[in-house]
């Protein structure tokens, strides 16, 4: 493993000078500590054989409102999810395009399904299409997941009692004209990202349930896959009846791990979940929350780890393997356009 990824340093000097130059290289994307690789390779768990976690937060990112550095880089992830047996994941930025460092990191783990995505927030121009046609246009088209307003989303900065500017998304029960302009540009480009003709998801963000469902009805009309973010978080809090809707109009739902933190959600998640129909649902880690200025000052849950609590939650409430397969795997491909492993 290591002999062909220092191979491929080789033999791509530009890549290594590059890396080299952003202090990202094949020793520093194994900085653990002999704790942390520990961790990572004692995780056998087999839910994680062809598991895509579809909400990864990794570096190289900003701080963000809320100050906080990420856990590791999308090598280090790349590492720990090849020794865990996953099949990949997507690398989710709130203020920047990831489809640059899906290619990167493709390029050293040749093997891993790596996507990447865009944060329609400020920094990229808000609801800008001409953002979603430049992510569907950077070389190997793995830029594929649109995350409508998260951080700067009106129902997000108004609930946080942030004295800070925002994005509407809705009014009069309608959407805006420029949420309306940015579906379009997705439609037109899906199914024609750059060499590898993939097809592009629209992902909720941080909005009320009102203006999701409005999201999901007018991306489903035009052919687009749908995932509802983090429904049961309060920076959305859906309703399951909501839930239900989306999930009738052709849409997942997503569940992140968060929830194995508290005996309570965990039982809320687990009859979401039930009521909703495990073949609508997709659960993600939503990991690389660091602590600290740097994200790594104190050592956070890795994402393959948060994964495998989940799982184990979910087991511990009455779900079956296969139902965690169709959740943790065949769902987060068919999301992503890819055939499901059987
Ligand atoms: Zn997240």
Same mark, same amino acid.
């Given at each position: 493993?290591?002999?062909?990824?220092?191979?491929?340093?080789?033999?791509?000097?530009?890549?290594?000078?590059?890396?080299?130059?952003?202090?990202?290289?094949?020793?520093?994307?194994?900085?653990?500590?002999?704790?942390?690789?520990?961790?990572?390779?004692?995780?056998?768990?087999?839910?994680?054989?062809?598991?895509?976690?579809?909400?990864?937060?990794?570096?190289?990112?900003?701080?963000?409102?809320? *100050? @906080?550095?990420?856990?590791?880089?999308? %090598?280090?992830?790349? !590492?720990? #999810?090849?020794?865990? =047996?996953?099949?990949?994941? +997507?690398?989710?930025?709130?203020?920047?395009?990831?489809?640059?460092?899906?290619?990167?990191?493709?390029?050293?783990?040749?093997?891993?399904?790596?996507?990447?995505?865009?944060?329609?927030?400020?920094?990229?121009?808000?609801?800008?299409?001409?953002?979603?046609?430049?992510?569907?246009?950077?070389?190997?088209?793995?830029?594929?997941?649109?995350?409508?307003?998260?951080?700067?989303?009106?129902?997000?900065?108004?609930?946080?009692?942030?004295?800070?500017?925002?994005?509407?998304?809705?009014?009069?029960?309608?959407?805006?004209?420029?949420?309306?302009?940015?579906?379009?540009?997705?439609?037109?480009?899906?199914?024609?990202?750059?060499?590898?003709?993939?097809?592009?998801?629209?992902?909720? *963000? @941080?909005?009320?349930?009102?203006?999701? %469902?409005?999201?999901? !009805?007018? #991306?489903?009309?035009? =052919?687009?896959?749908?995932? +509802?973010?983090?429904?049961?978080?309060?920076?959305?809090?859906?309703?399951?009846?909501?839930?239900?809707?989306?999930?009738?109009?052709?849409?997942?739902?997503?569940?992140?791990?968060?929830?194995?933190?508290?005996?309570?959600?965990?039982?809320?998640?687990?009859?979401?979940?039930?009521?909703?129909?495990?073949?609508?649902?997709?659960?993600?880690?939503?990991?690389?929350?660091?602590?600290?200025?740097?994200?790594?000052?104190?050592?956070?849950?890795?994402?393959?780890?948060?994964?495998?609590?989940?799982?184990?939650?979910?087991?511990?409430?009455?779900?079956?393997?296969?139902?965690?397969?169709?959740?943790?795997?065949?769902?987060?491909?068919?999301?992503?356009?890819?055939?499901?492993?059987?």
């Amino acid at each position: 493993m290591i002999n062909r990824r220092l191979a491929i340093f080789a033999s791509a000097p530009l890549l290594s000078v590059l890396l080299a130059a952003c202090g990202v290289g094949a020793d520093s994307s194994l900085a653990q500590s002999p704790e942390e690789a520990d961790v990572a390779t004692a995780t056998t768990d087999p839910v994680l054989q062809g598991a895509i976690d579809i909400h990864a937060h990794l570096d190289p990112d900003g701080y963000g409102p809320g *100050g @906080h550095g990420r856990s590791m880089d999308a %090598l280090d992830l790349a !590492e720990l #999810a090849e020794q865990a =047996g996953m099949r990949g994941f +997507v690398i989710k930025q709130h203020y920047d395009q990831t489809a640059d460092t899906a290619y990167f990191v493709r390029k050293l783990y040749p093997d891993l399904d790596v996507f990447g995505g865009i944060g329609t927030n400020f920094a990229t121009g808000g609801l800008n299409p001409y953002a979603i046609r430049q992510m569907a246009d950077v070389k190997g088209g793995w830029g594929r997941v649109v995350w409508m307003p998260t951080w700067d989303a009106r129902h997000y900065v108004v609930n946080h009692g942030n004295d800070r500017p925002f994005i509407t998304v809705a009014s009069d029960g309608e959407l805006t004209p420029e949420v309306s302009a940015v579906i379009e540009a997705m439609a037109e480009v899906s199914g024609r990202t750059r060499v590898s003709g993939g097809s592009l998801v629209l992902a909720t *963000g @941080h909005n009320a349930p009102e203006e999701v %469902l409005l999201m999901v !009805e007018k #991306a489903r009309a035009l =052919g687009l896959q749908v995932i +509802v973010t983090h429904p049961l978080l309060d920076s959305v809090g859906m309703s399951v009846e909501q839930m239900k809707q989306a999930a009738e109009l052709g849409a997942y739902l997503e569940f992140v791990s968060a929830f194995t933190r508290q005996p309570e959600t965990i039982v809320e998640y687990a009859d979401a979940i039930r009521e909703i129909g495990v073949e609508y649902c997709i659960v993600s880690s939503d990991r690389g929350q660091g602590s600290g200025p740097e994200g790594d000052e104190a050592r956070a849950q890795t994402h393959v780890e948060a994964l495998t609590a989940a799982a184990d939650a979910l087991r511990a409430n009455g779900f079956t393997e296969q139902d965690l397969d169709i959740m943790f795997k065949e769902n987060p491909a068919r999301l992503l356009g890819l055939p499901v492993l059987q």
